[in-house]
């Protein structure tokens, strides 16, 4: 049996979020206790708490604890706060649409229930936080699911960045069909990008599939086209940040790139994407908002500089994947092929 990690909780008493802090992996794994918003927000942006789910679910407890001491008996009044609290914890980061995604819900949820007392809103407040953590669990499972009805045993897999079960509230997107083959005895060969600058393939993924017993051999980004071209990988299979209405798709630095090798050594490439993350209000990946993190890292390999002072850095966290590379997008709701921009919008009827 896959013992599977959570990295995302509010503990017994319901006054912290417990999040499992992904910048000390692998070599420590340390829970710690967030209370105050400013603590999540932090979190998120640091990438302690990281990958478009979770960050969803953190923001939703964040925004839980940063109105749970509100003092008033108006909805207004209280409204107000709230508001301010939500557009806060929206400024963490930019292109995981999860983020706003699960803030628009619990926004919904204030509004549906503005005619009860504030004590009950905010006890609805938190009952929708955990909701949407719940769900994203058996949204993951069924990911993995479909995911795995596309892969035969003994596969060759490979995957970008860490779409696993840390990212999520369980399971993962991209690694979801890989720990469900697992448990099913498909022997994989999953081969996992470093993905720099921040590592979170070496770091994260490496670490969650050999504690799972799966078979995973660890490369550098500048890899894949030799292990595509020695025949290693029968497909790729990547998360994604934002997938927007034509079916172009935000995943971390190096994905795209990916796709467009995966095209050239015709190995199909497939997007994990929950439906949280798919965004029909974004038209094309041009309208997708690229996150651009701070020069040091890239200059430092935490902490150590291996570049000389004061050199230009250019650092998007993400980059779009066209959607002519994708050969299909892997959801809860089934598998969706394109054209992307007919059958999102299906998914959604
Ligand atoms: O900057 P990160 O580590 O949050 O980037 C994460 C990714 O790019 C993941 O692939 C994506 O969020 C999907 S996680 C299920």
Same mark, same amino acid.
């Given at each position: 049996m896959?013992?599977?990690?959570?990295?995302?909780?509010l503990?017994?008493?319901?006054?912290?979020?417990?999040?499992?802090?992904?910048?000390?992996?692998?070599?420590?794994?340390v829970?710690?206790?967030?209370?105050?918003?400013?603590?999540?927000?932090?979190?998120?942006?640091?990438?302690?708490v990281?990958?478009?789910?979770?960050?969803?679910?953190?923001?939703?407890?964040?925004?839980?604890?940063?109105?749970?001491?509100?003092?008033?008996e108006?909805?207004?009044?209280?409204?107000?706060?709230?508001?301010?609290?939500?557009?806060?914890l929206?400024?963490?980061?930019?292109?995981?649409?999860?983020?706003?995604?699960?803030?628009k819900?619990?926004?919904?949820?204030?509004?549906k229930?503005?005619?009860k007392?504030?004590?009950?809103?905010?006890?609805?407040?938190?009952?929708?936080?955990?909701?949407?953590?719940?769900e994203?669990?058996?949204?993951?499972?069924?990911?993995?699911?479909?995911?795995?009805?596309?892969l035969?045993?003994?596969?060759?897999?490979?995957?970008?960045?860490?779409?696993?079960?840390?990212?999520?509230?369980?399971?993962?997107?991209?690694?979801?069909?890989?720990?469900?083959?697992?448990?099913?005895?498909?022997?994989?060969?999953?081969?996992?990008?470093?993905?720099?600058?921040?590592?979170?393939g070496?770091?994260?993924?490496?670490?969650?599939?050999?504690?799972a017993?799966?078979?995973?051999?660890?490369?550098?980004? &500048?890899? /894949?086209?030799? %292990?595509?071209?020695? $025949?290693? =990988?029968? !497909?790729?299979?990547?998360?994604?940040?934002? @997938?927007?209405?034509?079916?172009?798709?935000?995943?971390?630095?190096?994905?795209?790139?990916?796709?467009?090798?995966?095209?050239e050594?015709s190995?199909?490439?497939?997007?994990?994407?929950?439906?949280?993350?798919?965004?029909?209000?974004?038209?094309?990946?041009?309208?997708?908002?690229?996150?651009?993190?701070?020069?040091?890292?890239?200059?430092?390999?935490?902490?150590?500089?291996?570049?000389?002072?004061?050199?230009?850095?250019? &650092?998007? /966290?993400?980059? %779009?994947?066209?959607? $002519?590379? =994708?050969? !299909?997008?892997?959801?809860?709701?089934?598998? @969706?092929?394109?054209?992307?921009?007919?059958?999102?919008?299906?998914?959604?009827?």
């Amino acid at each position: 049996m896959i013992e599977y990690i959570s990295s995302v909780k509010l503990n017994e008493a319901g006054d912290k979020l417990v999040i499992l802090d992904q910048t000390l992996l692998p070599r420590e794994t340390v829970y710690i206790e967030l209370d105050a918003i400013e603590d999540v927000w932090e979190a998120i942006k640091k990438l302690r708490v990281r990958g478009a789910p979770a960050i969803g679910i953190a923001a939703a407890y964040g925004l839980y604890l940063g109105i749970k001491n509100i003092k008033t008996e108006s909805f207004e009044d209280f409204y107000k706060i709230f508001k301010e609290k939500l557009d806060y914890l929206a400024s963490s980061r930019p292109t995981a649409v999860n983020l706003f995604w699960a803030l628009k819900r619990m926004d919904e949820r204030a509004n549906k229930e503005k005619h009860k007392r504030i004590d009950e809103i905010k006890k609805a407040l938190l009952d929708e936080a955990e909701k949407i953590r719940g769900e994203d669990e058996e949204v993951c499972y069924k990911i993995g699911e479909h995911g795995l009805s596309l892969l035969k045993r003994g596969m060759g897999l490979l995957t970008h960045c860490n779409a696993g079960a840390i990212a999520t509230a369980r399971y993962g997107t991209a690694l979801s069909p890989m720990y469900l083959g697992q448990e099913r005895g498909y022997d994989f060969k999953v081969y996992a990008d470093e993905t720099r600058p921040l590592l979170q393939g070496a770091r994260l993924t490496a670490w969650e599939l050999i504690q799972a017993g799966i078979d995973v051999t660890l490369i550098c980004d &500048n890899m /894949a086209s030799i %292990v595509m071209s020695e $025949k290693k =990988i029968d !497909a790729v299979l990547v998360g994604c940040d934002r @997938v927007a209405a034509n079916g172009d798709t935000a995943n971390k630095i190096g994905t795209s790139g990916v796709a467009i090798l995966a095209k050239e050594y015709s190995i199909p490439f497939y997007v994990c994407a929950p439906m949280s993350t798919i965004d029909l209000s974004t038209k094309t990946g041009d309208d997708i908002v690229i996150e651009q993190r701070n020069a040091d890292e890239v200059t430092a390999f935490w902490g150590q500089s291996h570049a000389p002072d004061g050199i230009k850095v250019y &650092n998007p /966290a993400f980059d %779009v994947t066209k959607a $002519k590379y =994708i050969t !299909a997008i892997i959801t809860e709701k089934g598998v @969706v092929y394109p054209p992307y921009g007919e059958n999102l919008v299906k998914l959604f009827e």
